[in-house]
């Protein structure tokens, strides 16, 4: 079975532009989660959907939002563009949003600005 | 509110040697912990998972971890270290607040001497 699969893989864009980040979970999973990760640090949650309802967010500025569509895939956009969103974009599914549900990690989209 | 502290950004080990990852936690409910590696270019691969049943959770790749209440810590051990293991490490606390998210720490880079 096919793992999660992120596109595109890697990105460049400018400042002030917009992007989206595309996630498809694992087959079955129906709960998807975005993670930022900024070079040499952790990841950072940014949201959680789950049968296409937003069910967490983390800190993050309302430039970032996301979406689900009805075959659980889902998208991350981000608006005008900041230096400082170059990072690691990760998305993670589960079979559901209960907690402990373990969440398999997708290889990530690494965006950079310039 | 949940955090996540882990001692020591590099590690080296011989070959053969003992692992030792720390990873100390905060939580306010009781927590479910996790422990990933990241290769690499890649996204995070799960080791093993602690959700209050034994307190020593044996998970992939010869890792184990020991969940310690009283020391609020969950570290990360392998008996004899291999060249495949040199990754980054990241541990990680659960919250249940209506999303599965999780909060990673900064994560230990593991270096394999042969």
């Known amino acids: 079975d096919a793992g999660v699969t992120q596109s595109p893989t890697h990105l460049i864009k400018t400042r002030g532009q917009q992007v989206t980040l595309r996630c498809s979970p694992i087959?079955?999973?129906?709960?998807v989660s975005w993670y930022q990760q900024v070079l040499g640090q952790g990841p950072q949650f940014i949201f959680q959907y789950y049968e296409k309802e937003e069910r967490g967010r983390g800190n993050f500025p309302d430039r970032f939002s996301a979406r689900q569509f009805p075959n659980y895939s889902s998208e991350l956009n981000v608006n005008a563009l900041l230096l400082g969103d170059s990072a690691l974009y990760l998305c993670?599914?589960?079979?559901?949003?209960?907690?402990?549900?373990?969440?398999?990690f997708g290889d990530g989209t690494r965006l950079s600005i310039l | 509110a949940q955090s996540v502290t882990q001692l020591g950004s590099h590690v080296s080990v011989s070959e053969g040697a003992l692992v030792l990852l720390r990873c100390n936690y905060s939580?306010?409910?009781?927590?479910?912990l996790f422990w990933y590696v990241q290769y690499p270019n890649q996204g995070l691969q799960l080791l093993l998972k602690?959700?209050?049943?034994?307190?020593l959770v044996k998970g992939i790749n010869g890792f184990e971890a020991e969940f310690k209440k009283s020391e609020t810590s969950f570290h990360l051990t392998k008996p004899s270290a291999h060249m495949s293991d040199a990754a980054e490490y990241f541990c990680?606390?659960?919250?249940?607040?209506?999303?599965?998210?999780?909060?990673f720490g900064t994560g230990t880079r593991l270096t394999v001497i042969p």
């Open positions: 990680a606390v659960l919250e249940w607040a209506g999303a599965n998210n999780l909060f």
């Open positions: 602690y959700t209050s049943a034994a307190t």
């Open positions: 939580s306010s409910v009781p927590p479910y």
């Open positions: 993670a599914s589960s079979f559901r949003e209960t907690r402990g549900q373990p969440q398999h």
């Open positions: 087959s079955g999973h129906k709960s």
